[in-house]
C-alpha cells in the first residue's frame, strides 16, 4: 500500500481518526483499484506525504501507520499540534461529533487547506460558526460531498442545463441510516442537480441506525415547483443510496450510490398506436470509483494554483440546514 511521495514539494497531510474513511474501505482491495478514502487517494495521487495521523486507538493506529506508511502518530489531536509539525493538509476523519473540536483545533495549525469529512458538524449552528471561521483565516474548507467530484454526476449537471434530458418533471431520492449521514449526500445531490429546495411536507421518522439521526420521507418543491421526493428504506435491511430522474425525454436513474446509471429514452410505443412510452434502457457503469482521486487532485489545484473547490463549508452548510428543518418538521411525530 505504501507508496509515501519522495518529492520534497509534496503536500503534508495529517489524518484526525484512522478509520473505514480514513482507509480502511480500502484494504483488502484488488490490485490497481480507485480508492474510496483519504489514505488510499492521497497515496495513490503520489503528490502528498501522509506524514502523521492522530487516534485514540493504540492497534488502530499503529496498524494505519504500517499499511500507509505514515511516520508519525499521535493519540489526539493536541498531541499533533503540539509536535510542532507543519501541514499542509489535515483530513479530518474522526467520528462526526469529534468534528467541530478537531475543525477548531486544526484551525490553530494553521494548514493550507482542511478536508473534512461530512457531516461537517451535529448542529447548522456550528457548521455555519466554523465556516465563517475558516474564511476569516483564508483557510479553504473542503467537505467529503463525494459525488461533487463524481464526473458522470457534473456531466449530467452539464446535460440538465443545456436541455439535453428535456424538462426536469420530479426526482425521487432513495436512502436509508438517517437524513444527517446520508440524507445530506442526498440534499447536497439534489442542491447540485435540481436546485435550491422549499420543504412541503415531512414523514413518520423511523430509527433505523444513528440515535438522533432519524431516516424519514420528506416531500420537497424545487426551482418552478418541481416535486423532489425522499424515500426511505432500512438501514437493517441493506445499504441504499439512489436516485430517479424524471425528464419530459427519459428517465435517469443512478445506482448503487453512482456505481451504475440506468438511462431510459422516450420512444414511441410498439404495443399502443400513438403512445409514447419508455424503452427497456440501458444500464452502464459509472464514474463514482474516480472521484476520491479527483477530490485530492481538486485539493492539489486548490492550495497549489488558488483552484475553486467543488465541495465547500458554504454548499455543506447548505445541505445542512435543510436536514435540520427536516427534522424540525418531523416534531409533530415525536
Ligand atoms: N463521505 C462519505 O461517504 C463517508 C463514508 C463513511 C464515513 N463518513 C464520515 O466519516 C467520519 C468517520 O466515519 P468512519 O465510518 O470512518 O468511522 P470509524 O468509526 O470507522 O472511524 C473513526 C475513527 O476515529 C477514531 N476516533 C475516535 N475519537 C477520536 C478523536 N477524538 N480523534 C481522532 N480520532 C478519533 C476512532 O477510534 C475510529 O478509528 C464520520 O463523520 C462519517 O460520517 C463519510
Redesign the pocket.
Known amino acids: 500500500m505504501s507508496a509515501a511521495s519522495t518529492d520534497s514539494t509534496a503536500l503534508r497531510v495529517l489524518v484526525?481518526?484512522?478509520?473505514?474513511?480514513?482507509g480502511?474501505f480500502d484494504l483488502g482491495r484488488p490490485p490497481g483499484y480507485l480508492p474510496y478514502t483519504h489514505a488510499g487517494a492521497y497515496t495513490r495521487d503520489g503528490r502528498f506525504d501522509l506524514l502523521a495521523c492522530?487516534?485514540?486507538?493504540d492497534k488502530?493506529r499503529s496498524k494505519f501507520m504500517a499499511v500507509w506508511d505514515v511516520s508519525a502518530g499521535f493519540r489526539?489531536?493536541e498531541e499533533a499540534l503540539d509536535s510542532g509539525n507543519q501541514f499542509d493538509v489535515v483530513s479530518i476523519?474522526?467520528?462526526?461529533d469529534?468534528?467541530a473540536?478537531?475543525l477548531e483545533t486544526a484551525l490553530r495549525m494553521k494548514p493550507k487547506l482542511i478536508f473534512c469529512?461530512?457531516?461537517l458538524t451535529t448542529s447548522a449552528a456550528e457548521t455555519q460558526r466554523l465556516v465563517a471561521e475558516c474564511a476569516q483565516l483564508k483557510i479553504p474548507l473542503a467537505v467529503?460531498?463525494?459525488r461533487r467530484w463524481d464526473a458522470e454526476v457534473l456531466k449530467l449537471q452539464a446535460d440538465m442545463q443545456g436541455g439535453r434530458w428535456g424538462t426536469l418533471r420530479s426526482a425521487v431520492g432513495y436512502y436509508n441510516k438517517g437524513i444527517a449521514?446520508n440524507g445530506s449526500?442526498m440534499l447536497d445531490l439534489l442542491h447540485l442537480l435540481v436546485g435550491p429546495m422549499e420543504i412541503v411536507k415531512v414523514g413518520n421518522p423511523s430509527d433505523d441506525f444513528f440515535a438522533n439521526d432519524p431516516t424519514l420521507p420528506v416531500w420537497l418543491e424545487g426551482p418552478q415547483g418541481v416535486l423532489v421526493q425522499l424515500a426511505c428504506g432500512h438501514a437493517g435491511d441493506y445499504a441504499i443510496f439512489e436516485l430517479q430522474l424524471v425528464f419530459s425525454q427519459g428517465t435517469l436513474t443512478m445506482e448503487e450510490g453512482g456505481l451504475f446509471w440506468r438511462e431510459r429514452r422516450a420512444v414511441d410505443s410498439e404495443t399502443f398506436k400513438g403512445y409514447r412510452t419508455l424503452d427497456a434502457g440501458v444500464r452502464r457503469a459509472g464514474q463514482y470509483p474516480g472521484a476520491m482521486l479527483n477530490a485530492v487532485d481538486n485539493i492539489y489545484h486548490a492550495i497549489k494554483q488558488g483552484d475553486p473547490l467543488a465541495s465547500t463549508g458554504e454548499s455543506a452548510l447548505a445541505a445542512q440546514c435543510v436536514c435540520e428543518q427536516i427534522k424540525q418538521n418531523a416534531r409533530q411525530y415525536l
Open positions: 484526525v481518526g484512522c478509520g473505514n474513511i480514513a480502511g492522530v487516534e485514540p486507538d488502530r489526539s489531536i476523519c474522526s467520528p462526526t469529534c468534528h473540536h478537531d469529512e461530512k457531516p467529503n460531498y463525494t449521514n449526500h
